[in-house]
């Protein structure tokens, strides 16, 4: 893997209705995106709290991802993500956790809904700027995904030990 060109954060700690994902160029430093993002219904409603690197719980992982190749599926226009994190997200692939496009991540569904709609665990966008993220930051961009979780903070090969986030 070269050097990456892009870093998507998200912060699972702010709710779905606000903007949480950040897209950065590695190479301007400038901010590219900043945009809605949907975490997995069985992570919680509006703010997710609970989060899994296990198949069929439908909850959104956390850690360090590297951005691979595209493909369409039944979510339209997809990315493939590969989970760095061992033990918290390294089943991403096994899990089909992918970034893509929804209907219900959008400003009118969360004036409608009160929050966005849930994924099965993947970081899905607006289906209006989803493929343009996805050819920005696919093949080798990172996605760092963030929540204040004591395990993943105190046991994550990347964030061991940080308890700063407490």
């Keep these: ?7 998507t954060v998200i912060d699972y700690s702010k709710p779905s209705t606000a903007k949480r994902l950040w897209v950065f160029d ?13 975490h997995g219904q069985g992570s919680g409603g ?6 899994s690197n296990d198949p069929e719980t439908h909850r959104t992982s956390l850690g360090l ?3 691979a190749d595209t493909y369409v599926g039944k979510n339209g226009y997809s990315l493939r993500l590969d989970g760095l994190d061992r033990g918290f997200n390294d089943r991403a692939r096994e899990r089909a ?10 400003e009118q569904f969360v004036q409608a809904q009160g929050r966005l709609g849930r994924s099965w665990g993947c970081p899905a966008l607006s289906e209006n700027i989803a493929r343009n993220v996805i050819d920005r930051v ?4 990172l996605v760092f995904a963030y929540y204040p979780d004591q395990e993943w903070l105190n046991h ?3 964030v061991g030990g940080c308890t700063a986030a407490q």
């Design 156 to 158: 994550s090969q990347y």
């Design 46 to 51: 509006n703010v997710p709290t609970l989060f």
């Design 138 to 141: 696919k093949g080798g961009g």
């Design 1 to 7: 893997m070269g050097t990456p060109s892009t870093l």
């Design 26 to 38: 590695l190479r301007s430093h400038e901010l590219v995106y900043e945009e809605l993002v949907a």
């Design 65 to 67: 991802f590297v951005t």
């Design 97 to 106: 956790i992918v970034m893509h496009g929804a209907p219900y991540v959008s």
